[in-house]
């Protein structure tokens, strides 16, 4: 019978996610080996084959938890609306902020999500797009519930991707630290979406 994983041995794959997605964020997936990833953990190669086979895994493994994830801050969001008994546009907004919440302590994990998935297989590929398509989906169900007087079958597409299209690039010049925060920008947001979706006087 194979022995269980420690938590001291989840714990060190996290931190070698955290390092591998640097290096592809730094120098791409292609371009970064697993001789680049181990050496930026201060490790060998050998002993990060003993929790990774491949580079392949590595890229994997951390779009598999990080797409979780979104989907977890998804079903959290309803669950606090829930509770808290919120109207659809709080619930709405509430899921803006976890989200760049999320994207400012995930900068680099978004990173190879966005621009890395396509170096997967195609079974892992095609796992990790579906839930890329859940959360846009997801998306798209909350905005209609928020401004429902503006959403149609011809324009839902258009609206949901135009959200996506303010928050999912930050990482490109939002900087923690910088003159405005992540928690600013997501005001920002919410304020275009109040003066942009309500419905015309």
């Known amino acids: 019978m194979a022995r269980p994983k420690s938590a001291s041995h989840d ?5 070698i996610l955290d390092i591998a997605a640097q290096c592809f964020a730094d120098s791409s997936y292609p371009a970064a080996s697993m001789n680049d990833i181990a050496a930026a953990g ?3 190669k050998a002993r990060l084959y003993h929790y990774y086979e491949s580079k392949e895994a590595i890229l994997f493994d951390l779009l598999d938890r990080y797409t979780q994830r979104l989907l977890a801050l998804i079903g959290e969001t ?11 546009r709080a619930t709405l907004h509430a899921l803006i902020r976890r989200f760049l919440a999320e994207y400012e302590n995930s900068a ?25 398509r859940d959360v846009v989906a997801a998306f798209t169900r909350f905005l209609k519930r928020a401004y429902p007087q503006r959403f149609n079958a011809v324009n839902q597409t258009a609206l949901t991707m135009m959200l996506f299209g303010m928050i999912n690039w ?11 925060s992540y928690s600013a920008f997501a005001d920002e947001v919410v304020a275009m979406l109040e003066r942009g979706l309500q419905a015309s006087p």
């Open 11 to 15: 714990l060190r794959r996290e931190e």
């Open 42 to 44: 201060g490790t060998s």
């Open 78 to 88: 309803e669950a606090v609306a829930q509770r808290q008994d919120l109207d659809d």
């Open 108 to 132: 680099t994990r978004h990173v190879a999500l966005l621009n890395d998935t396509k170096f997967l297989g195609e079974a892992q590929r095609n796992l990790i797009v579906g839930r890329q």
């Open 170 to 180: 930050t990482f490109t010049w939002l900087r923690p630290g910088g003159s405005m």
